[in-house]
């Protein structure tokens, strides 16, 4: 799977827009883009994914450039509750294998 | 109802001893894996079953052994524990191993403590 980069923390303010970075240069063409996030003492949850387009649901949007290199996970109005460390991913099928391969991730704090 | 579920929840043993860890999903997957994150919080896929088949075997020490009785439930047993195996053991599942686009969905961990 392709190697994501990712700031090792970030702040946001309750109520404002978290906007989360993730660099995934060397992906290739068949691979999508996951978000999930873990909260303390939770298993991981999942968020999001993507191809080539840009996807919204109800929980976030994630937004892919054009070139596929980078994408951003925004979190429209963060609350308390979404304090977690969030992990993108990129995750490739190869004949009957597929995994997820987590990196260290981007630890959000919501604050007041 | 809890979708992908694990018990233990929590367990402490001394080392040289045999667990089993057991996890079911109803969710109707045909896949399902084992996960562990240790003390530095990282998270490594161990194994994974597709349709009670063995799809992914990371290196893993054979003490580590999965079991599946049927596509819903993905068991792990270990034999003789080691202090190093203490870590969260998560299971997870997926609706087809071999599509990339399938979401995984976790379970909430199983605490493994070895003394």
């Known amino acids: 799977d392709a190697k994501t980069t990712q700031p090792p923390s970030m702040d946001c303010a309750e109520g404002r827009a978290a906007n989360l970075p993730c660099n995934h240069s060397?992906?290739?063409?068949?691979?999508?883009v996951y978000w999930y996030r873990q909260i303390h003492s939770q298993g991981p949850q999942y968020i999001i994914h993507?191809?080539?387009n840009n996807e919204t649901n109800e929980m976030a949007s994630l937004i892919i450039t054009e070139d596929r290199k980078s994408s951003t996970l925004i979190l429209p109005h963060a609350t308390l509750r979404d304090t977690a460390v969030y992990y993108c991913?990129?995750?490739?099928?190869?004949?009957?294998?597929?995994?997820?391969?987590f990196g260290t991730g981007t630890r959000l704090q919501v604050t007041l | 109802d809890t979708a992908v579920s694990q018990t233990p929840k929590y367990l402490v043993t001394q080392m040289g001893n045999d667990k089993s860890i057991k996890c079911e999903q109803n969710?109707?997957?045909?896949?399902m894996y084992w996960y562990k994150q240790d003390s530095k919080k990282f998270l490594k896929i161990m194994f994974s079953?597709?349709?009670?088949?063995?799809?992914i075997n990371e290196t893993v020490p054979n003490r580590f052994s999965p079991k599946s009785p049927d596509k819903a439930h993905l068991n792990l047993h270990i034999n003789s524990l080691e202090l190093g195996d203490s870590a969260v053991y998560f299971c997870?599942?997926?609706?087809?191993?071999?599509?990339?686009?399938?979401?995984?969905?976790f379970g909430e961990g199983s605490w493994l403590t070895v003394v």
């Open positions: 060397t992906i290739s063409g068949n691979e999508y």
């Open positions: 993507g191809l080539k």
């Open positions: 969710l109707g997957h045909d896949t």
């Open positions: 991913i990129v995750r490739v099928s190869t004949g009957t294998a597929s995994k997820l391969t």
């Open positions: 997870a599942s997926s609706p087809r191993q071999h599509l990339a686009g399938n979401t995984i969905y």
């Open positions: 079953y597709n349709n009670k088949e063995l799809i």
